[in-house]
T-cell receptor, first 117, second 115 residues
Framework: NAGVTQTPKFQVLKTGQSMTLQCAQDMNHEYMSWYRQDPGMGLRLIHYSVGAGITDQGEVPNGYNVSRSTTEDFPLRLLSAAPSQTSVYFC????????????????FGAGSRLTVL | AQSVTQLGSHVSVSEGALVLLRCNYSSSVPPYLFWYVQYPNQGLQLLLKYTSAATLVKGINGFEAEFKKSETSFHLTKPSAHMSDAAEYFCAVSSGSSNTGKLIFGQGTTLQVKP
């Protein structure tokens, strides 16, 4: 019963480098999303997906790319890392509201801590 | 646009005392509201959710929250704090009416429990 798995847990990058944060879920959830957590700012939505092949931008999408080729996986790509992208990143998944009593309940991964020097 | 404001970034209580964490929301449509808890170095876990079925919502670990439309509030309470309740708590509102897994989170409140 793995839930949502994120890798890596920790990563240090230099400015300008690129990398991919991996996210996989084994609950057959249609919805997946990426959030970043910064002190005093709560969690902010980066990108989300309502199914394979469908993605859209959240509140803070600049500098990040996503794709959703399968239901299980939702990788987040940093194209050219900047110090402002130093943060803790959380992947989450959920089912459509109609199956959950009319509301989305997110299952979160354990997070990936990224430092950009 | 929807938003969430949590009053107080840090709350400190003694073990056995009442816990009250405040959350106010802004929404142009009937909201779905959530409280999540984050223990150190972990992801977020759902404490409770409001989905319009009942205004007083009971969650896990003895927490509950009351939806007050007139006050646009959804405060989290627990009658008696336990040391294990020390964590960061986030209030969140579902973005829009389409239920697509998009949540808007408050800034978070760190709960400290003193022995």
């Amino acid at each position: 019963n793995a839930g949502v798995t994120q890798t890596p847990k920790f990563q240090v990058l230099k400015t300008g480098q690129s990398m991919t944060l991996q996210c996989a879920q084994d609950m057959n959830h249609e919805y997946m999303s990426w959030y970043r957590q910064d002190p005093g700012m709560g969690l902010r939505l980066i990108h989300y997906s309502v199914g394979a092949g469908i993605t859209d931008q959240g509140e803070v999408p600049n500098g990040y790319n996503v794709s959703r080729s399968t239901t299980e996986d939702f990788p987040l790509r940093l194209l050219s890392a900047a110090p402002s992208q130093t943060s803790v990143y959380f992947c989450a998944s959920s089912t459509p509201g109609g199956r959950a009593g009319g509301a989305n309940v997110l299952t979160f991964g354990a997070g990936s801590r990224l430092t950009v020097l | 646009a929807q938003s969430v404001t949590q009053l107080g970034s840090h709350v400190s209580v003694s073990e056995g005392a009442l816990v009250l964490l405040r959350c106010n929301y802004s929404s142009s449509v009937p909201p779905y509201l959530f409280w999540y808890v984050q223990y150190p170095n972990q992801g977020l876990q759902l404490l409770l959710k409001y989905t319009s079925a009942a205004t007083l919502v009971k969650g896990i670990n003895g927490f509950e929250a009351e939806f007050k439309k007139s006050e646009t509030s959804f405060h989290l309470t627990k009658p008696s704090a336990h040391m294990s309740d020390a964590a960061e708590y986030f209030c969140a509102v579902s973005s829009g009416s389409s239920n697509t897994g998009k949540l808007i989170f408050g800034q978070g409140t760190t709960l400290q429990v003193k022995p």
